[in-house]
Structures are given as C-alpha cells and as structure tokens.
C-alpha cells in the first residue's frame, strides 16, 4: 500500500497558477522554491505565471525563467484585468492533476505546498490555506475583515477571513470553475458556492518582501461591490424596505398633522421641517436608483460577453483546455 501511494505522488502532475503584478524580484525565488517543494513529494509540475500588465519588467523575469526550465510558463495579459480574472487566465491553461493558486509576493510559502497536498490525499477535492497570524499592516488587516462582515451580511453566509486565493484543487474543481465566466470574479467564493468536498489547515503566512498591495481601499470597495452585486440581491429588498418605511412614516406623520390641524385647530407650519423632508426623501431615491443602476450595469456588462481577458503573448507549450467549453472569456462557442 506505501509503495502504491508512493507511485501515485510520482505520477501527479501539479499546476501552480501564479498571477503576477508588481512583484518582478520575487519570481526567480518564488519559482525555486516552488519546484524543490513539488520535487520533494516526488510529484511533477509546471508553473503557469500570468503577467497581468506588472508595471516592472517581470515578463522579461518570466521570459528568462522559461529559459531555464521549459515547465516555467508565461501568460501575458494584452492589459490589467485584475487579479481574479489573471487567475482565471491561467486556469484556462492548466492541465495538473492537482492545481495550486498562489500569490507572487511571497506571503504565500511555497512550502506549505507539500502540506495542502498531503491534506489533499485525504480525499479531500479543495484544501485552503488558512492564515491565522497574518503578516500585513493593520490597516489592511480591518479593511479585509470588514469586506467579509459586510459581504456576510449582505449575502447571508458565513466566510473565513483568513482564507484567501492559497489553495489546492482536484482537476474536476478546475474543470467546473472553468464553466462559470461571469465578468465580477472572485476565485475563493466561486471554489466555496461549488461545493465539492473541501477543507482547510493553518499555514504560515510570511510578510510582503517587495512593493505593496494594490488592493488599497478604494479598491477593496469596489471589489465588495461587485461581489456583493454578483452574488446577492439583499440590497435590493433592503431598499424595498425602507422605502415603506419611510412611506409609513410619512402617512403617519401626516394624519398627525391632520388632527392637529382639525381636532386642535392648530395651523400647520414648518417650511424647514417640509425643505429637509423633501431634500432627505431625494437623497434617499437617488440611493435607491444608484443600487438598481449598479445591478443594470452588472447586467449590460453580463450582456455584452466581452472575454474575460484577452492574451497578448505566450510562453510555453500550453494549450487551453479542451473540457473549456467556451471561447477565450467568452460564453458561447
């Protein structure tokens, strides 16, 4: 049976997806490390790197890297499309039995690897890597942790705030997440709403070694919004209900002035009280069209099938995978 499982290792080949942007210095060492990590669990592997616009020289980094080692591949986006859709990319051309998703900066240990992978032969489909000390500044740390509490509450689920884009996949996950080609992307939630049999284990997470995060916090809202938009329409009902409360409130107000005006023949006065009444209830239509404009545009952009990135180069022997069932991005044949 050792000797077996054994076998198995040696003839799993492992797909790292790594997106890259603003993290050129990184590459040479994370690729080391990621290699001497597979070969140590006596697995095969290839690197699949997606350059997504980095504004450094980190696909002329990638372009040397594949050089040296033909299992190094590279993807250059024609733009930046962001970070979900650059993983996306690179899923579209994996071909592993097993598929890490990792970051380039090097928070995410290379190491831990074999450890997603060994939890992974448990028969599990999905292994997340769970970061409980986390390494980044406070800041970063209270505007991650609001993302999840408001995206909770907006969605009515439960999420882990320590658990980010680090994470093993069985191919047929990989295959299913290929299928879905909304615009609003969003890796760890679409793995999580697929189900398939999944689990998690702690793992160190390592300080940033060059640059900063580029989800700063302007950012970070925009991508709540769109996750939120994409995957809930809480806001809508919630908007439903306080426009009836606010016209319950008002029908009340208004019999209260009609008694006082005919039961104690008290004139009705208040030009201010009526002014800031009329400016609050537009403020709050104007919210309320802004929400149902924000699901309209996700809609018109739904509708409109550009792809979800566009490719300027390849590096490497890859191929998109045959199982995806769709144009490059798009959704029909």
């Not at 000797?3 to 890259?20: Q, Y």
């Not at 996306?88 to 690897?113: H, K, N």
């Not at 793995?191 to 997470?205: A, L, P, R, S």
Request: glycine residues 6%.
């Amino acid at each position: 049976m050792v000797c077996s499982k054994m076998e198995n290792k040696r003839t799993d080949l492992i797909s790292v997806v790594v997106p890259v942007y603003g993290c050129e210095r990184c590459l040479v060492e994370l690729a080391e490390r990621i290699i001497q990590t597979i070969q140590s669990i006596q697995a095969d592997y290839e690197i699949i790197m997606v350059n997504d616009a980095s504004p450094d020289h980190a696909w002329e980094t990638m372009l040397k890297l594949h050089q040296k080692d033909k299992k190094i591949k590279g993807i250059n986006l024609s733009r930046n499309f962001g970070q979900h859709h650059a993983i996306t990319a690179g899923l579209d051309f994996t071909s592993g039995d097993w598929v890490v998703v990792m970051d380039c900066d090097l928070q995410d240990r290379p190491e831990e690897i074999a450890s997603l992978y060994e939890r992974a032969q448990d028969g599990y489909d999905v292994v997340f890597a769970q970061r409980m000390q986390r390494q980044d500044k406070n800041v970063k740390k209270l505007t991650s942790k609001a993302f999840y509490k408001v995206y909770d509450y907006f969605t009515g689920k439960k999420t882990d705030a320590t658990i980010a884009n680090f994470s093993i996949s069985r191919k047929k996950v990989v295959e299913s997440f290929r299928k879905l080609r909304e615009q609003n992307r969003y890796f760890p939630f679409f793995i999580q709403w697929m189900g398939y049999q999944q689990t998690k284990i702690e793992v160190q997470h390592d300080a940033r070694k060059e640059g900063k995060s580029s989800y700063q916090l302007k950012k970070l809202f925009a991508l709540a919004t769109d996750a939120i938009v994409s995957q809930s329409n809480k806001p809508l009902r919630l908007s439903i209900g306080v426009g009836f409360l606010m016209a319950f409130a008002s029908f009340i107000y208004a019999l209260y002035l009609f008694s006082r005006y005919f039961f104690l023949d008290e004139p009705v006065q208040g030009w201010t009280s009526v002014m800031v009444s009329i400016f609050f209830i537009g403020g709050l239509l104007f919210f309320q069209l802004g929400i149902i404009g924000l699901y309209l545009g996700k809609i018109f952009n739904e509708a409109k099938n550009r792809p979800i990135y566009l490719i300027k180069d390849i590096k490497g022997e890859i191929q998109k995978n045959e199982t995806l069932e769709v144009k490059q991005g798009g959704r029909g044949k």
